[in-house]
């Protein structure tokens, strides 16, 4: 098929024949405009008069490359400005002038029409004459009966879409000194320009020339790459082009001038939908509007809407990364990428392109957990340093040479909660908050280290980055998190950022802490975040026990009372070390000023001076209590000598004095570090430290992309520091460290062992003998739950069921009333003073780890003693762990005498003085839970325990010693001889005062179990508006929203069958055969087993997920 049957009836012909014509489509021009090629259908006439055109100040003048979007921006804007409202729906009398408008059925070009109807009719220029007769018709199907008057005479807004670039745009768009005096929009649109080619290849046929070239010219390959006024294709090199667009949108200035990414537009449609509104100032955009814009831009809309004709003609199918698939080999492509770099280098908004034109991103580091304390990165690729500007990964601006570091107005990524809550979950169950952190940043490694140490490690999941690449952070395995979880690796931290805002302008650091149910980022601030965990939801009292350092954490690590005291610190060091990274980078970007870099040394280097003098005074920052800015500061301390010293060239600097870990410079930061890494270093991965070695390279590596500069990377001769010998100092004893009221605990401290159960550090035997010796009341309620199984739920359901809510649903006087026990949060016997007496006379005798302890107590339990749940008003309840019938109170149990005052310590039975016989009294109610969850939801209360699942040197861990039963060191012993315990009181109460409420049937028919229990106390009949107030009320997200602290703390989030997550299949089964040998024919317990063993989960996890 020869080329000129194939281009003799182009414009009849919808189907592209296999070669485009000759002057058109994908084949260059023979017409030239002051030396600028130009297509067929050019009218000098009209480019002149378009260039000196007088503007409205709402004029919008699109300017967009060849095959790079102008004919969907034009779409798009005229959508936006004139066809649809606010409902979204077609303007009528707009939609039926639409063919006697330019530019509505298809592109209008102001320098492809003649300036008057009169010298279009007559065709002055011969332009219509030309294609062998064909060109009026061809011309009409481009750009339809329309001439330049026409377009000036549009309705405002007037849109103006061209190819044109800087030199011929209105000159009024730039009158006077940085545009000040312009008037006007301009709009540019552009495209990765290995698409752009490509895409040109194959607009409406193929090039004569094909790829690379033949007897009809060089091909499109080296045509796309001429430079200097060589370039033949249509309005030139489009390199050049992209240069004097660039010129363009710097002269005028954000304010009037606009740059939109065809990639952009693919992958986030409504964004930039959103960004195009807001800079042209119209306003509100209402979801609506933006719905049905979208639909109508859509490629397959415009080309079968009326006119679509006109859009044939000049759009394909896009797409991003199709360059790829074209017949060019590594070599034709490293050879585009140089012109590249050499003609766009520079050029501020050709910035984005360098990431869809990367055949695979640069400078991908190896696997973090592959590499060891030996590894050395600076011998990976280079990688480019890169953020994002409106949503577009760009090189780093900060370390151009040229001094054009401006990196624009940095986002600030704040949530709208001042609070949250961290043990809320996804819909598939996982944590709804999820950290990314990186082990080369330390204020990233502080918040993962906080995460464990206030032992959210179970409510926030978290995913360590492997390094740092040419596209920033990656995750070689993927994510972890929805939305991106079960998507193959590799991963790239630009991703989270994009998701939260798809035109952010911000640099793409960690740590982040991600919302997955919002799908927005939280905070991108390490401080912010670790105060965030800290003073979690509403739990200001919150405070747990850190056994390795034998210190009380208040308020997590930002106790109330201490909170300036601790910005003041925390403000303090971030200005004077915490910084030392982007002083360091400085120093190697060499874009320091004014001896910048060198004063901002001095003050690091003698703020570690003044640290090291005061921790020789006292243990921690701020006396004997770890807070936040302590585990900052021991970050800082573990990279000195590995990181700073070396890399950032302090011991050149007269102020530096020596080494912190490996020398004895500075011995009480030493001590200070060791101390701390003890507790840290489970938290850390090393090996990552070193990645800051990989610093300079990065920054030689972007220079040479950004200014072409042909220039080596630096040497990875010079030998960097041995890790393994930092290590081994952090390994060695702390000594010499202050001692503190808050002291390591004794190893040799006796354990409390009460009835053969190990009791926890609350338990008080004086208040444990008046709860046996209870005087109790027919009605009184006696709750007995294993630890994990439940009582803190239906604690809240017997207060709801008894206090809270009338017949109609409505909550009473009672409501939430905090003056009683058990209201707001449970309120152990065993836990409180016997009276207030006792109570004041011991806080004012005892020792102040003692007073620190009880402290602690009462925001677990509340301001409470053993009196007040005596003065509860009836029916009284009283919740506990405790079990069995030498803890529970006599009376409960047929057979207790009068006078009997018998001890708790020991094997007691009833009956065995003198005195009268008695029947039970009151009722009492056991919940249990299958074994396996209790022991999964234990295990990771408030933080995994440090020996782990399987054991480690902190102890046997948490499998074993749920399966030691004669042993068990867990407070109250062995669950499952608790549960064996239980079984032998209820069967000594009787069904008539006993009720037993498994945690199963409650998640998953509370309705009937509500029922069960409103029968069993006797009281009025349930309506279902109580029944429903009461189910909505004891909600765990509502327990949590509305009571704050004491429920928050001991609440995760209850899953049925979460077993099956954790551990091996031997181990299990090595369980189920403990659960035999132990609980084989106890009642209790038998309904336990569907809920152990996989067989049995399938329909009662079908029955979860309905519920």
Known sequence: MSNSKNSSNLADDPKQPQYAPPNRGSNPPKYKYNSLPVPWWFNPASVSKFHSLPLNSTDIILSSGVKMGTTWMNKILISLLHEFDDEGKLIPEVVDKRAELPGRLGQTYPEGVYPTRREHEEDSLGILSRLEQQGRKAHLALFGNFVLEDLVEQPEPRIFATHLSREYLPRELFDGENGEGGTGKLIVVIRNLKDAMCSLHNFRGLPQDGWFGNEHGPGTFARYLMLNGECPNAFGSVFEWLRDNNDAVMSIGNKRALVVYYESLIMDFNGQLQRINDFLELGTLTDAKAQAIEEACALKSMQNAEGGARYKYTT????????????????????????????????????????????????????????????DPRRWEPYLLVMLRDGMIVPDPYFRVDGKDDRGDLMEFKYNKPRLSFDECNCDGSPRYHL???????????????RTLLGLDSMISMDVADGKSGAGLVFLNGCSCVPWKGSEGPFWLYSVYQLSNSIATTLITAPVLWDTVEQKIVSNDAWEILKLMSHEDDQSDLISYNDALGVILKEGLCPREQMEAIENMYSDLSNSLFNVEDVGLECIAQVGKDGRVDDNFERILTKLQELNDLLGKRRFLLGNDLTGVDIFLAMFLFRFDACYTPLFGLSNHGAFVGSILTGDSYPNLKGYSRELYQELKSTLKIQGFRQNFRLPYAISFTRQAIHSIDSSLPSTNEPIPDLNQIVASLEEP????????????????????????TMPMWFRDDTVQLYRDLDLRDDDIILSSGVKMGTTWVTKILNSLLYDFDDDGKTTSAYMDDSFPNRLGQTYPDALFPSREVEKHEMATKDEEFVKRMKMLKTNFGDFVFDDLLNQPSPRLFSSHLSGKNLLPKKLFDGWKDGDDCAINGDVSNGDKAGTMNKGIGRLI????????????????RGVPKDGWLGNEHGPGSYARAIDIENCPNAFGSSFLWVKRSGEVVDAVGPERALVLQYEDLKLDFDTQLQRINDFLGLSKLTDAKAKAVAAECAAKSMKEKTGGRFKMIIRKGMVGDWQNYLDDERWEEFDRVFDRVLGGVDI????????????????TAAQEKS
């Open 316 to 375: 394909r199918k896009g797409g991003i990364g199709k360059w790829s698939q074209a017949p060019l080999t590594k070599e034709h492509w490293k050879e585009f990428d140089s012109v590249f770099d050499k003609v766009l280098g520079d050029v501020e908004i050709a910035d984005p392109f360098r990431f869809f034109q990367y055949e695979s991103v640069p400078g991908m580091p190896e696997a973090l957990g592959e590499c060891d304390l030996d590894t």
């Open 436 to 450: 990314f952190v990186s082990e080369s940043c330390p204020l990233a490694s502080a918040v993962s280290a906080a």
């Open 734 to 757: 702390a000594t010499g460290r202050p001692e503190g009221s808050a002291v390591r605990p004794s190893t040799s401290a006796p354990k409390i062992v009460r009835d053969g159960m």
């Open 926 to 941: 056991v919940v249990v839970r299958n074994l396996k969850d209790t022991l999964v939801s234990l295990h990771h209360f």
């Open 1085 to 1100: 317990a038998e309904p336990l087993r569907q809920y152990q063993c996989k067989e049995g989960l399938d329909e009662i």
